[in-house]
């Protein structure tokens, strides 16, 4: 069970558009509808964005929604904001009950 | 408004065992709904999940960690506990305990986390 592959970072300048990528195998992102994705601003928790590779929980923004093609997930926020700024991280079921995360991705909002 | 709170010692000797205490408070851990995990962050690094129990005592755990790994569940208290045995520095992480939703299989409400260190 390895980690999911998601870029260190990505940057994009407010009002534009960004999309965070995460990969992993046919054994766990390829297999399932489960990708979820979390947000965790500095010296806070994660906070959970995107659930079953697209639905938003109550109380997210529209401005993050989530896809996924084969064994890639991603993550696009449109409009980007200052305080988007923050880490990310994708999470898939791995089946067996056992999920994995990605090694999460810094976004700077120029 | 549900509240997970960690607690234990945030100093560890190498080689002993870390144990941490979450207590869920505005809601019953006892949940058909809900898994009840814990997940850890070393410093300056990425999320691993260490494993999960549902209230009934059902424990799911991460293969790499699985070997020293053992969680536990007092519904009484409303407290989930994470044992982790020979640890070593590598080991020093914030841990997080947070909430497992079954039908979304993610973690939509998380403690604010605990830092603990591995060190003589």
């Known amino acids: 069970q390895s980690a999911l592959t998601q870029p260190a970072s990505v940057s994009g300048s407010p009002g534009q558009s960004i999309t965070i990528s995460c990969t992993g195998t046919?054994?766990?992102?390829?297999?399932?509808?489960?990708v979820s994705w979390y947000q965790q601003h500095p010296g806070k928790a994660p906070k959970l964005m995107i659930y079953?590779?697209?639905k938003r929980p109550s109380g997210v923004s529209n401005r993050f929604s989530g896809s996924k093609f084969g064994n890639t997930a991603s993550l696009t926020i449109s409009g980007l904001q200052a305080e988007d700024e923050a880490d990310y991280y994708c999470?898939?079921?791995?089946?067996?009950?056992?999920?994995?995360f990605g090694g999460g991705t810094k976004l700077t909002v120029l | 408004q549900l509240q997970l709170q960690e607690s234990g010692p945030g100093l560890v000797k190498p080689s002993e065992t870390l144990s941490l205490t979450c207590t869920v408070s505005?809601?019953?851990?006892?949940?058909?709904?809900?898994?009840w995990g814990w997940i850890r962050q070393p410093p300056g690094k990425g999320l691993e999940w260490i494993g999960s129990?549902?209230?009934?005592?059902?424990?799911y755990y991460n293969p790499s960690l699985k070997s020293r790994v053992t969680i536990s569940v007092d519904t009484s208290r409303d407290q989930f506990s994470l044992k982790l045995s020979s640890v070593a520095a590598a080991d020093t992480a914030v841990y997080y305990c947070?909430?497992?939703?079954?039908?979304?299989?993610?973690?939509?409400?998380w403690g604010q986390g605990t830092l603990v260190t591995v060190s003589s």
């Open positions: 505005g809601g019953s851990i006892s949940s058909s709904s809900y898994y």
């Open positions: 046919s054994s766990d992102v390829g297999s399932y509808n489960l």
């Open positions: 079953e590779d697209s």
């Open positions: 129990i549902y209230y009934s005592g059902s424990t």
């Open positions: 999470c898939s079921y791995a089946g067996s009950s056992t999920w994995v």
């Open positions: 947070a909430r497992h939703v079954r039908s979304w299989y993610s973690f939509d409400f």
